[in-house]
């Protein structure tokens, strides 16, 4: 796969070429023994010498105690240690454009683009983007010829003419040449430079719905943006992915030991905007993967389409932590211009990753941060494949490069100094050479040139013991668990007998109906009880209060929510039955085996079940006794019967919790008969659904399984999570109403199903 134009040179070049003219003498016929006389007096010259230089080396080595003879040179100590250089920016003189047919052009916001080919589709809908101005930039593998109306193109002569100093440490045939794009957009008033590549395209086409574009104004600064914790110790990298609901990928440049992390934080802070200056997107269709993920999620020639929430809020980086940043979705403001410049001595596939994190320590100096947001572009996956070993210094060194970047240090006074510092104690630690080395004092001195202005440093406080995050400065965000790709291996043991659990439980429910009535907010909680609950049964229908189409929720009142059910048996006419929960209560399907689906199920037993109704007296009960016993009136023989024979008096009522109960099939026009008898009378749900069972059938014959619920009256809303029990099949009062207590329901609920975990 080609995460840009990556591809490693074939061969290593200068940008100059220099050829070295041998000049030849006409030839001469000579014999030997002519040959002999002409040179006999250069021959025993050349003869003395000879013995001279034996005799030497031979009473220089008798001395040395070994029986092996070594030449000496000034190498023999191994390669040299890079030199820091010295930095005078203020002998730096301006440059200006004197050479490009656009020495006349500004633009604040540009688009640096590599190319390798003719202007892709992706290229073209760039262009169109309004108020950006693309440029492209070519390499040894561009076609001469290449042209794109509407952008800027610099073909290898004219980045020469441009008079960059650092076109010079510059491969031929590698995207990293895009460090004279930056340089020039710099040098024509950029404000903002968009780093992308020729493949992806801006969804919704407009990179202003995506990114911040404005940091200086007031609004700009006021704006919390939640930002990852560092309650967890030695914690200095993230994988950004589960963030935004994709837990099981990882970026290209995450160290490959911090793959198996795939738990969400805990809980977020705040952080507010303005100083975000670098800010690095998410690609939906193929993101920013490495060699490891794209050979071992990928199904045959199938391309990847891995998407990512896009409601998912955009989350900061905190001072010590880090996260990978790439070369072809990320916006850098003015601010962080300075961090722009491509590694040359590394590998193609490792040039931006390392500059991300090389970047991202700088940027702390100057008090700004990354911050990383939704989904901004589409990839397509071109089913093109590269080397691990293309990755040797990812997947080799970054880790170590990332722990060593958290400790470093400096007393630099200027951000320029502390740029060629940490450029030069990287090369000391060998994650890149002296090439980059001087490299970075080319940078420095060119972006001096074109007019860039350095910013200031802020007081960075790293080495403070980490404080614990009040409770009121935690911030809640569950991440959604999105459908991701295909894993790449063989799932068995424990993972098949959970699948097995799984296959059990959907074949014995897969045709009964979940009917759920929400009285929390369905906005927090519909997707998620679908989520739970869904792949259980055939389908999930939810009631609530207030109908919300998006959610597809009806509307329904709890009081009388039996009035709403005919309708949905009559949507699903070939079913075997119907399940009704209330969102109090919590369904541990797994204990539900061995119940009958044939009979009827409610908590009938269930003592505590039968108290009295909240706010409703006697005189309440004494009216609800009154329109039972008019019902009762006009029920059909076969339905009086059961309800007389059940022992309910003319003078008294039925009453038990309602929150849980099943209808099977041979039921169901019974109940609707019954509802149609209810018509518009006043009749609590508590009353009249235990007044149908009672008249449908007669209560011994009734599935006692759910009689074994937990069902407490008048619970603490604060201990409810310590009601749970995974050992009966419901539980209840249980009251969920954010993503984050029902991830800890969740969590809860994993012991008697463990595959739960998927979802969180």
Not at 673 to 700: E, N, R, T, Y
């Amino acid at each position: 796969m080609m995460v840009q134009d990556h591809s490693s040179p074939k061969t290593s070049k200068t940008l100059y070429l220099k050829h070295k003219v041998t000049h030849y003498s006409d030839t001469k016929n000579l014999d030997f023994s002519t040959w002999v006389s002409e040179n006999s007096g250069k021959l025993l010259v050349a003869s003395l010498l000879t013995i001279s230089v034996a005799a030497l080396f031979y009473f220089r080595t008798a001395s040395v105690p070994t029986s092996t003879l070594c030449f000496q040179n000034s190498h023999q100590n191994g390669p040299q240690e890079p030199k820091l250089p010295k930095l005078d920016l203020d002998s730096v003189q301006p440059s200006l454009d004197k050479s490009s047919p656009f020495s006349s052009f500004h633009s604040e916001q540009w688009i640096v683009v590599s190319v390798s080919d003719y202007p892709s589709s992706s290229l073209q809908s760039l262009v169109r983007l309004k108020g950006w101005q693309v440029l492209a930039i070519g390499n040894s593998r561009t076609p001469k010829d290449w042209n794109l109306k509407g952008a800027i193109y610099l073909s290898l002569e004219q980045q020469a003419s441009l008079g960059f100093r650092v076109v010079d440490f510059l491969p031929y045939d590698s995207y990293v040449r895009k460090s004279v794009g930056y340089l020039f957009a710099i040098q024509h008033g950029a404000k903002r430079i968009f780093d992308a590549d020729d493949r992806g395209e801006v969804i919704g086409g407009d990179l202003g719905k995506h990114f911040d574009l404005e940091l200086d104004g007031a609004t700009a600064k006021k704006q919390k943006i939640l930002q990852y914790s560092l309650e967890i110790e030695n914690k200095t990298v993230v994988n950004p992915y589960i963030h935004f609901g994709q837990r099981s990928v990882w970026p290209r440049g995450l160290p490959l030991e911090s793959v198996g992390f795939v738990n969400h934080e805990e809980f977020y802070t705040e952080v507010s905007g303005g100083r975000q200056y670098i800010q690095q997107g998410i690609s939906n269709g193929l993101p920013d993967v490495d060699s490891v993920f794209y050979s071992t999620r990928k199904v045959g020639s199938e391309a990847l389409d891995i998407v990512f929430d896009e409601h998912a809020p955009k989350v900061a980086l905190p001072q010590s932590l880090m996260v990978p940043i790439n070369s072809f979705n990320t916006l850098f403001h003015y601010n962080a211009f300075w961090s722009l410049m491509l590694p040359v001595s590394v590998s193609t596939m490792a040039s931006d990753v390392l500059r991300g994190y090389w970047a991202q320590r700088l940027l702390w100096e100057i008090g700004g941060f990354v911050v990383v947001y939704p989904p901004t572009i589409h990839r397509d996956d071109k089913v093109e494949a590269y080397p691990f070993s293309d990755e040797k210094d990812l997947h080799v060194n970054v880790g170590r490069l990332i722990k060593f970047l958290v400790s470093w240090r400096s007393e630099k006074q200027r951000l320029f100094e502390k740029i060629l510092k940490l450029s030069h104690s990287m090369a000391l630690e060998g994650f890149w050479s002296d090439n980059d080395v001087k490299f970075t004092a080319a940078w420095l001195q060119d972006l001096t040139a074109v007019g860039y202005q350095q910013p200031r440093l802020m007081k960075v406080q790293l080495d403070l013991q980490k404080t614990t995050v009040q409770r009121g400065e935690k911030k809640e965000f569950v991440p959604r668990k999105l459908p991701s790709v295909h894993l790449g291996v063989e799932e068995s043991g424990t993972v098949n007998y959970e699948i097995g659990n799984l296959i059990r439980w959907r074949k014995n429910f897969g045709n009964v109906v979940l009917i759920m009535f929400v009285t929390g907010p369905v906005q927090q909680t519909a997707l998620e009880w679908r989520l739970l609950y869904g792949r259980i049964f055939k389908t999930v229908v939810i009631l609530s209060t207030q109908a919300d189409a998006d959610l597809a929720v009806e509307q329904g009142q709890l009081d009388q929510v039996y009035k709403y059910l005919p309708r949905i048996f009559e949507r699903f006419n070939s079913t075997e039955g119907f399940l009704f929960l209330q969102d109090n209560t919590i369904l541990n399907y797994w204990n539900l085996l061995q119940a009958d689906k044939s009979k009827l199920w409610i908590t009938n037993k269930v003592p505590t079940s039968r108290n009295m109704i909240n706010g409703k007296d006697s005189s309440w009960l004494v009216k609800q006794a009154e329109l039972v016993k008019k019902v009762v009136s006009t029920m059909p023989v076969h339905l009086q019967v059961n309800y007389k024979e059940s022992g309910p008096t003319d003078q008294s009522i039925a009453l038990c919790g309602s929150e849980v109960f099943y209808v099977p099939r041979r039921f169901v026009q019974d109940f609707v008969d019954l509802v149609d008898l209810v018509g518009d009378l006043d009749i609590h749900h508590k009353i009249a659904v235990p007044m149908f069972f009672m008249a449908m059938d007669l209560p011994q014959n009734f599935d006692t399984l759910l009689n074994k619920m937990v069902y407490k009256t008048g619970a603490s809303s604060t201990n409810l999570l310590k009601l749970y029990s995974a050992q009966v099949p419901a539980v209840h009062p249980l009251v969920v109403s954010t993503e984050s207590e029902f991830i800890k329901l969740i969590r809860l609920m994993a012991a008697g199903d463990p595959l739960l975990m998927e979802l969180v």
